[in-house]
């Protein structure tokens, strides 16, 4: 069965701490995996697409990275407006071209 | 404001009553998304449609749930004799017809059933 894992569950960060958010995945195949950010009692927000193993991608204070089973989702030096749930998703490459497959998320807290 | 838009934002109804959802995607994208999402938990897939045809539905759609999207333009999600368990975030997304292209997500509607 195609599943997506993320860890931790919550995680709070000093304003400036580094840190990485993980989410496990078991697909049949991988068409891309996705990252969101989601804000309270909003939609989930693009982050970034991934492909292949060993493709990267950079946004500001984020970084994500993809293997063969799992993909980080790095945060350097975060600051308070980083605080939002993280979400992961994949689209196995054998089952509907609908549907995206979540993660449960990473809720980030990021204190001044 | 060109992104995915959804009305209502908020909607409370008694149980038993029936509920209708609309969402307008991003003008260029002929996919389009229903997902529904509880509190802790991450978005779960409902149906999808390519222009007008709805390609797949999820075993989560019950017979109570349908979904339009006529002219394959804005889409409905009408949820009929509402029970409380219907109570979630029901999120629209649209996206171009690539295989492993982003979807794009709205402010979802938030459903209450009292």
């Known amino acids: 069965e195609d599943q997506v894992t993320q860890s931790p569950e919550a995680l709070r960060l000093q304003e400036g701490e580094s840190s990485s958010l993980n989410c496990s995945y078991t697909v049949s195949g991988l068409r891309g995996l996705f990252w969101y950010r989601q804000d309270p009692g909003k939609g989930p927000e693009f982050l970034f697409t991934l492909y292949s193993a060993g493709e990267e991608k950079e946004k500001e204070r984020l970084k994500a990275t993809l293997t063969k089973k799992e993909s980080f989702l790095h945060i350097t030096a975060p600051k308070p407006e980083d605080s939002a749930t993280y979400l992961c998703?994949?689209?196995?490459?054998?089952?509907?071209?609908?549907?995206?497959?979540f993660g449960k998320g990473t809720k980030l807290s990021v204190k001044p | 404001d060109t992104g995915v838009s959804q009305n209502p934002r908020h909607k409370i109804t008694k149980r038993g009553q029936n509920v209708t959802f609309r969402c307008d995607p991003i003008s260029e994208h002929n996919r389009l998304y229903w997902y529904r999402q509880t509190l802790g938990q991450g978005p779960e897939f409902l149906t999808y449609f390519q222009n007008e045809a709805q390609l797949e539905k999820s075993r989560l759609l019950s017979d109570r749930f349908s979904a339009e999207r006529p002219k394959g333009s804005f889409s409905t999600l009408e949820i009929q004799r509402t029970e409380q368990g219907d109570s979630a975030m029901y999120l629209c997304?649209?996206?171009?017809?690539?295989?492993?292209?982003?979807?794009?997500f709205g402010q979802g509607t938030r459903l209450t059933v009292v």
């Open positions: 998703a994949v689209q196995p490459a054998g089952g509907s071209q609908g549907n995206l497959i």
């Open positions: 997304a649209s996206s171009l017809p690539r295989q492993g292209i982003e979807a794009f």
